[in-house]
């Protein structure tokens, strides 16, 4: 079927495929029969080895799902996705060529991030990118409809972090010292276990619930801290001299 779609601001017609695909040679194979340049409902390429996504539809009316894959690049991806928007588990160190928009969730967990520059702009649930190897949550919708989760990476700083989260918000097992810069709103639990916290003050004043590291590991961490930073003010005195 024949339907106008609007694709990152522009209106396009797109010769629609009217049902769900569940696998990469079946796209291929109706691509080819019908010249269909998308699907009105979900399509899944899950677990097929890919290692590109060429030659994919252009919208996808439900879910996207390529977890499990060998991906490098989301380069051919659809870039309108009515549902969850699914990319976890391949070799991505990268999210250009994502939609802008995601109708529902969006997970990018277990890859090989460094940035989420590239992300989209606004996903209707939740937002995933734990265990990956974030530095910075730079480009995060300010605005979280379900959960956010950005556990298990390399963050030394929530700078950048959502603002508004209609969920739990998890920043478990980073390198966070204290939690300035965390969301001003979480609606359920706020996670921080996991990370050499030296002071557990945060501004958000609003969630259900606060896991963090006890005061007498605060402490520790507050010690070991204070020995490391005069240790380097004392070799920064001897390199002067």
């Known amino acids: 079927m024949k339907k106008e779609v609007e694709i990152n601001g522009e209106k396009v017609t797109l010769n629609i495929f009217d049902g769900y ?19 009105s409902k979900g399509f899944s390429c899950r677990s097929e080895r890919l290692t590109s996504l060429e030659g994919g539809p252009i919208y996808v009316g439900g879910d996207f799902n390529c ?9 051919g991806c659809p870039q309108y996705v009515g549902g969850d928007f699914l990319c976890r588990e391949n070799n991505l160190r990268s999210l250009e060529h994502c939609p802008e928009i995601v109708g529902k969730n969006f997970d990018c967990s277990l ?12 996903a ?3 937002f995933n990118c734990e265990f990956n190897h974030l530095k910075s949550l730079k480009h995060s919708p300010e605005v979280i409809n379900k959960f956010f989760d950005c556990g298990n990476n390399d963050l030394i700083s929530l700078k950048y972090c959502p603002k508004v989260v209609y969920g739990y918000f998890s920043s478990e097992e980073n390198n966070l010292i204290d939690l300035k810069y965390c969301p001003k709103e ?20 609003d969630y259900e619930d606060f896991l963090c590291p006890n005061d007498e ?17 004392l070799l920064k005195d001897v390199i002067g001299s």
């Open 21 to 39: 695909v569940n696998s990469w040679d079946s796209w291929l194979e109706l691509k080819g029969r019908g010249g269909y340049d998308g699907i």
């Open 67 to 75: 977890t499990i894959n060998c991906l490098t690049s989301l380069k």
């Open 111 to 122: 890859n090989n991030l460094m940035s989420l520059k590239y992300c989209p702009k606004f």
């Open 124 to 126: 209707g649930g939740f």
């Open 186 to 205: 979480v609606s359920g639990c706020f996670y921080a276990d996991g990370n050499p916290l030296i002071s557990k003050d945060i501004v958000c004043m």
């Open 217 to 233: 590991e605060i402490a520790r961490n507050l010690e070991e801290y204070n020995k490391i930073k005069e240790e380097s003010l």
